[in-house]
C-alpha cells in the first residue's frame, strides 16, 4: 500500500523541541520531493517546509525559518521535521505530503503537535 504515516507529536511546552517523523511505503521516496504541511483547528493547510528528492535543497516558509529543520534519509524511506523554540501558534496536525509544494498528490493522517504551558 502506497502510504505517509507521521510520528512524533506531542503535547510540549513554549520553547520545547520536537522531532517529526515520516515513515513512506509502497513507493520509492528517494524518486519524490516531499514536503511538511500542518493545519491548525479552524484553519486552512499551511505548507511550512519541503525538501528536494536529494535532499540537498530545502526550503521554508517565512513562519517557521530558523525554527524549522527538514531533512531525509531515503535509505530509511523517512522524512524529518525538527522544530525547535516551539511556540504557541505551531500547535497543529502536522502534515508530511509527497511533492514540493504545489504539486502534492500523497498525504499522511497527520500527528498532532500541541505546544500549551
Known amino acids: 500500500e502506497v502510504q505517509l504515516v507521521e510520528s512524533g507529536g506531542g503535547l510540549v511546552q513554549p520553547g520545547g523541541s520536537l522531532r517529526l517523523s515520516c515513515a513512506a511505503s509502497g513507493f520509492i521516496s528517494a524518486s519524490y520531493d516531499m514536503a511538511w504541511v500542518r493545519q491548525a483547528s479552524g484553519k486552512g493547510p499551511e505548507w511550512v517546509s519541503g525538501?528536494?528528492?536529494?535532499?540537498?535543497?530545502?526550503y521554508y516558509s517565512d513562519s517557521v525559518k530558523g525554527r524549522f529543520t527538514v531533512s531525509r534519509d531515503n535509505a530509511k524511506n523517512s522524512l524529518y521535521l525538527e522544530i525547535n523554540n516551539l511556540k504557541l501558534e505551531d500547535t497543529a496536525v502536522y502534515y508530511c505530503?509527497?511533492?514540493?509544494?504545489?504539486?502534492?498528490?500523497?498525504w499522511g493522517k497527520g500527528t498532532l503537535v500541541t505546544v500549551s504551558s
Open positions: 505530503a509527497r511533492g514540493l509544494r504545489y504539486e502534492m498528490d500523497l
Open positions: 525538501i528536494n528528492s536529494g535532499g540537498g535543497s530545502v
